[in-house]
Structure formats: structure tokens, C-alpha cells
DNA sequence: CTGAAAGCGCTTACAG
DNA sequence: CTGAAAGCGCTTACAG
């Protein structure tokens, strides 16, 4: 890594021009244009010189920056794209982007392995900036975002990184509501079926759930600790075995509706009603567990404004504006629909 | 509008620059870069004399120009996002789009009362193309996007315009299986809850129905027809009611996941189970729809698929290829899972 | 309010 | 393969 003033395009630096790479690169002006635009004729040793200089400046052409200036695009990616979860995210981000002038490209956190060219593509393109969702960002990714000034915003990331805008939920609070919601109907036997275990999310969540059983001191039974992916298929298979238990949970807690969704197949399977003889809470309230048989009890999470709150939180950046906060949690709460209901005396 | 060489920057004629602008308005350079950025010493009528004959032009800044080029940016709108049916539709599009180094934009339909501007507005921003999915679309709208020379593909649309290369699926012949398989189990009393009527798709499925009815010379009865949005709320009024009626179905083809959803929650509210009391078969077979108690019997439509072809579809255009065929129809299947059962011996 | 002149960032054609 | 020189499209500072 070169030193170099800390252009930013703000503070006082003059803007990297062709001249500024062709001076540190030590060649001349035509060749550094060359590089750029791809044409054979350079050396490759020149060319490869030339190109991290490129990078490590951060150089933008005049004309990308002016078209790229009125160009108004945002970039959202996900670790993986399909889920309900992602498609309210969707919905948050480009209403809160359209409203504010901007389309927004949705797409995948690229693979490359180490993701050096991602930054510089995006600033080179002139994004306006990227909401990373539900990602492992590095903090060598992060540094590239910096170096080439494209502002980042991550929404329920594996890990918050530092100094990044991070949006999320109370999810430590939403697993305790949940938690306390099947104490609160009598429950004693309280399983959990908990997210990826490596987000910070689901950790959240699963400190709620024995904080509940720690307020109401209820000894916490490793045999009702399961530790899912957020998806249907683990956690169906979980909640099989949590059902075969000789003395089985009367209530459970899945992490995420999916999840909810597979104890539900579950019950079904092996013959008992929800929530006649379990009783089911799930996590996220995605439009489509309101529709679900039984309509799903879970804790609400804002995906769309949470998505809303990404991308004006994203905008303000790119506007050179102080945020009041690194971190904001929007509130959960519980919807008490048809999954839940007081055990049987048993 | 003023006759001008045709300069789309292929057929041979100069581009458009500065200085032709300039000298058809008669003024001199600096003024109309002035009135292109938006400075404030320039008198009202000049300004509006350059802002016309700019547009006229189409004239578009060189850097502009470029860095569009390399832009490699698709659209893709709805009529409404938030349902899993955009989301696999999304999944498909930004996959094959991606994998063609297409970056995918997206958004809403624009509502604009005549959509006059969307389509000079994407041919400005260098678009590769949109696809329109669910909407309508007017003859005007297709004839202005022809003229800005933006390739246009519809998914699912709900007129197929003239000359648009659209992609759906099997649609009549899923009907027609859906409804044969419920008459195959023995069902014959069999109801349908239709879709958004005015749409294709949703005609299509409803003739495949009665085609099916008629193989098996079974006399339609009218009161089993019903006409639905795609939705859970409208279908689950439409069940209960069907449900109701003094000699009620035995099966129930609904012409969406979302509204077989509506009328499993129907059956679970009157006290019937599915598929003991009552069959139901659905049609997309959205991710969802196999996590569904019980999981649901439904039709499949590849609509990953479907967002690839359109993907596919829309690059060739831009690539200047000619299409094999305006309409394509990708097979759907259908998909028996549990809710769907010989009717009881009644 | 307008434009002649200078200048900026970049590209192109070509000599070496 | 490299760069000095010419040139292009556009912007800026300023005289009128």
C-alpha cells in the first residue's frame, strides 16, 4: 500500500487525475490512458503496475464522475437471494431509493476470493454506495470501501464491522418477548431452535430466550437447545427430534418463520396440532406467515423499514452527512396469532 | 420536432456534440454548457430554445456517453414487488443477467399518468433494456421505448402488446392438469377460484380448467367458478363461501399458491382438513409452497426460469440478434404433494 | 446575459 | 512498447 494524500474528493486534496497515476506510476500520460481503456499495446508488467496504482488511488475519470454524478444508482447485495426475508428487504430499500431519485441494482456479494476489484468497480461505476445484507464482510473489505470512498451500510450482518453503519433489530428483546409469551401462556418445557450460529442475530436472539427462562428461573435443558440455519429443512429435522423426546417441549421458539414453518411440518408429521399439543413462535413476520395453517405466531421484525432505514442511512453518507449513530435497532414485537396456545394440563 | 440526420451513433453520421447544438441554436459554446449544468446566467428564452434542440438531438455528454457504455445496466419492473412470485422472478433475472456481466436494476413500474419519459429517460442512462413483468403496457409506451431504440421483453404481461417478444408458461395446459388431476383422484365436484381475470395467464388457466371438465363430459356448474386476484384475502372469502354452499367441492383448483393458501385457511376455519374434507391444488409452486401444512399440491411454473429467458432474451436483442420466436412458453408440471386426496366415499 | 480565450482531462495518431 | 505532440469535448474565468 502506497502512502498517499487521503484524497477523498473532500477534504482539500486535489482530485486524482490521469496525471497524478502517471506521475507515481513514473510514466507518461498516454500510457496511463492506455491501461484504462485496454488497449493491447503496454507492457504487462507496465500495465499491471499501472492498474493497482489505479486502485490504490482510487482514480475515477472526469467523465464517469460527471455522468456518474447524475446517475444516481445504489447497490444491494445479498449472500444469497430467494427468501421472503430478502424480498422485503427489497421492497424497503428501492421504495426509500425511488423516493429519493435513485434505482437501486440488486444482486450477490461477489465470490471473488478476496473481492479486491469490488470496491474499486463500484466507485469506478459511480455508485452512490452499497447495503450489504446478511453477509460476512471483512475488514479488509471494508478498508477498500473506505480507500475508494464508496459509503457502506450493512443490515443484520454476521458481524458488525467496525465503523460501518449497521441496521438491525431488537433481537435480543424480540427473543425474550417470544420466550416470555410461552411462559406467559404456561409453558414450561421451552425448546429453541436457533439461526446460524455465527450471526449475530440469532446470538442475540437465543440470549433472549434464556434470559426469559433465567427471569422466570427455569432451569435451561440443553436438550432443548438446537442450533438451525435459519432454513425449513434443519430445523424440520430438529423439531423431529425435539418431538421424539421422551419428555418433549410443550413449546418452541424457532428463529426465523422458516424455521417456525419446519416445526409446524414437523408436528403435523408426527401426528400432533398446533398449537393444541405445541405451540409454535417464530421470527421475522414475513407477509406470508400471516397466510400460513395455522396463522403463525412470531415476533415482528421491520424488514421493509429496516430496509427504508438502510438506504437513507446510505444516502446520507453519500451526502457527506454525520450520522447520529454507528448502530440502529428497529423495535420488534410479538404477533400473537393461531401457533400458540396454553398447554394442556399435562 | 425538427428533422435532423438520425445519429444513433451507428449509421454513420457524426455524433452529436456540443458544438452542433450550439450551432443550430446560434449561440456560442459556453452558453449551452452553461444551460447543461444548470448555471443561472442565462436569459429565460435562450435556455429554453437549447434545452429544446438538446433534447431534439438527443444529444448526450461524451463522458456520459462512455462511461455508459461500460455500464452493462439492465431494468427489471413490476406493477408491485413484495410477493415470493417476484422474488424467484428477480432470482432468475439478476442470475443470467450476472452471468452475462449485466448489473440488474430493480423497481417499480413508473406511474407517470403516459409514461412519456421513462423510455428517452432509460435510453439516456445507456440501459441495456428493460423487462416488465404483470403490467400493462400501452402501444404507445411500446412504440416510444422502439423509437429510444430500448430492446422491451414482458413477463407474464397482462396483454401480450404486439410485437414484444413475451415470456409465460404452459398456463392452459397447467389448467388443464390441475384440474385433470383432481377428476383423476375421483373428485367431481371440482371448483376453480381464478386470478387477476383481465390477465392472460389467469384466462388461460381458467380454459384449461373447463377443457378438463369437458374430457370428462362433467357438466360446468357456475356457482364453482370464481374469479380472484392472485391474492390470499379475496381467495379465502371466495373458499369460505364455496365451503358453504348447500353441495360443496370436494376439490378446489386455485389459480395461484398464494390463493390455494387462502383456501387451505378457509377449510382449517370451517372445521375441515386438507386433504381428508377437501382437496386443494395451487399453481407457481413457489419455494414456500412445499413448506406449507400440509405441503401444497400445486403446479409447477419455472419462474427462475422464466427470469432467465427474459434475461436471455433482452441481451440478444440488445446484441442485435434476431429472435426464433415472440412468444415463448416454458412447461409446468404438476407437482402432487399432500393436499390432495380421493375424495371420502360420500 | 453572452462569448472569446485559456485551460483541463483525456485520447489519438504516430515517430522512435 | 513508450511518450511528445496535436487535438477533442467541454468548462471556467472574465471582459464586454
Known amino acids: 500500500m502506497v502512502s498517499r494524500p487521503a484524497g477523498d474528493g473532500k477534504t482539500g486534496t486535489r482530485s486524482v487525475t490521469l496525471a497524478t497515476v502517471a506521475r507515481a506510476a513514473g510514466v507518461s500520460l ?9 488497449r493491447p499495446d503496454v507492457a504487462p508488467e507496465t500495465r499491471e503496475a499501472i492498474a493497482r496504482l489505479l486502485a490504490e488511488y ?6 464517469v464522475k460527471r455522468s456518474v454524478a447524475r446517475q444516481r444508482i445504489l447497490d444491494l447485495v445479498f449472500d444469497s437471494l430467494g427468501s421472503a426475508y430478502s424480498m422485503e428487504i427489497i421492497n424497503g430499500v428501492t421504495a426509500a431509493a425511488a423516493e429519493a431519485g435513485y434505482d437501486t441494482v440488486v444482486g450477490l ?14 466507485s469506478q461505476s459511480g455508485r452512490a454506495g452499497v447495503i450489504v445484507v446478511t453477509s460476512a464482510i471483512t475488514a479488509e473489505q471494508v478498508a477498500q470501501f473506505r480507500r475508494a470512498g464508496v459509503p457502506l451500510v450493512v443490515i443484520d450482518p454476521v458481524d458488525v464491522p467496525e465503523g460501518v453503519p449497521s ?9 425474550l418477548t417470544a420466550t416470555e409469551h410461552l411462559l406467559g401462556l404456561g409453558h414450561r418445557r421451552v425448546a429453541i431452535i436457533g439461526g446460524r450460529q455465527n450471526a449475530l442475530c440469532a446470538r442475540a436472539r437465543l440470549h433472549g430466550y434464556h434470559a426469559a427462562l433465567d427471569a422466570a428461573r427455569i432451569e435451561p435443558d440443553a436438550a432443548l437447545v438446537r442450533h438451525g440455519d435459519f432454513g425449513f429443512e434443519l430445523a424440520f429435522e430438529h423439531a423431529l427430534a425435539l418431538l421424539d423426546l421422551p419428555e418433549r417441549p410443550t413449546g418452541i421458539f424457532a428463529a ?17 396440532r398446533v398449537p393444541e399439543d ?6 421475522d413476520d414475513l407477509s ?16 421493509v423499514k429496516m430496509g427504508r432505514v438502510a438506504c437513507q442511512t446510505l444516502l446520507a453518507m453519500a451526502a457527506g452527512e454525520r450520522l447520529e449513530s454507528q448502530r440502529v435497532e428497529l423495535a420488534t414485537h410479538l404477533v400473537a396469532r393461531e401457533s400458540t396456545a396454553p398447554p394442556r394440563a399435562g
Chains 1, 2 share one sequence.
Open 30 to 38: 498516454p500510457t496511463v490512458s492506455k491501461v484504462i481503456n485496454g
Open 58 to 63: 482510487g482514480y475515477v475519470p472526469r467523465a
Open 109 to 122: 456479494t461477489p465470490n471473488d476470493p478476496h473481492g479486491v476489484q469490488w470496491a474499486s468497480r463500484l
Open 167 to 175: 441496521i438491525g433489530a431488537t433481537n435480543w428483546l424480540g427473543g
Open 256 to 272: 426465523s418463520d422458516f424455521q417456525a414453518f419446519g416445526v409446524v411440518e414437523a408436528a403435523r408429521v408426527r401426528g400432533l
Open 278 to 283: 405445541v405451540s409454535v413462535v417464530g421470527f
Open 288 to 303: 406470508i406467515s400471516r397466510w400460513a395453517a395455522p396463522p403463525l405466531t412470531t415476533v415482528h421484525q421491520p424488514l
